[in-house]
C-alpha cells in the first residue's frame, strides 16, 4: 500500500482546470461531430483523453455516416479528420497527438453486417505545427497525417 502526500491546493486548482480543459476538448468534438450519424447510430462511441506532463494525446471512436459510394465514405471521413484536427491542434496548444478511429456496419457478399473499423488516422503536434492547417483539406488528409489505415471494404480502386 503505497501512501500518497496530501494534495495541495495548487494541486487542486490544476486538476480542475485539466477536467474543464478535457470537457472543452470534448464538448468541441461533439459540437463538430453532432449527435447522430445518418445509419441512426449514435455518432461518437468513445472519447479518450490521456495526458502526461501536461500534454494530451485525444483519441476519437465514432460511427461514420453511411453513402452510396465508396468514396463518399472516404471523403466524409478526411473531411472530419481535416476539421478535427484544424479545430483541435488550433485551439489547444496542450494536444501533442490526436487519432482518429471512423467505424461502419459493412455487409458482406453473404448479407452478413458487421461493425468494421473503416479507418485509423492519427497525426502528432510536430505534424500539425508544419502544416497551414486552415488550408488543410480532405485530400491532404492520406498523405499528410503520422499514420493511415482505411479498410479494403472502403478502399476503392
Known amino acids: 500500500c503505497t501512501v500518497q502526500p496530501p494534495q495541495t491546493e495548487d494541486d487542486q486548482v490544476e486538476d480542475n482546470q485539466e477536467i474543464k480543459l478535457e470537457q472543452q476538448i470534448e464538448t468541441d468534438i461533439r459540437n463538430m461531430l453532432g449527435e447522430t450519424a445518418n445509419t441512426g447510430l449514435v455518432r461518437i462511441r468513445e472519447i479518450e483523453i ?7 494525446v485525444v483519441s476519437i471512436f465514432y460511427n461514420a455516416n453511411q453513402e452510396d459510394k465508396d468514396e463518399l465514405i472516404r471523403y466524409n471521413v478526411h473531411k472530419d479528420a481535416a476539421d478535427i484536427y484544424r479545430e483541435l491542434f488550433t485551439n489547444y496548444d496542450a ?63
Open 50 to 56: 490521456s495526458t502526461s506532463n501536461n500534454m494530451y
Open 95 to 157: 494536444i501533442k497527438e490526436i487519432n482518429i478511429y471512423a467505424h461502419l456496419p459493412i455487409t458482406d457478399v453473404y448479407d452478413n453486417v458487421r461493425d468494421t473499423r473503416i479507418t485509423g488516422i492519427t497525426m502528432r503536434k510536430e505534424t500539425a505545427d508544419k502544416l497551414y492547417l486552415n488550408l488543410l483539406t480532405p485530400d491532404d488528409i492520406p498523405n499528410l497525417v503520422d499514420e493511415y489505415f482505411i479498410d479494403n471494404s472502403i478502399r476503392g480502386n
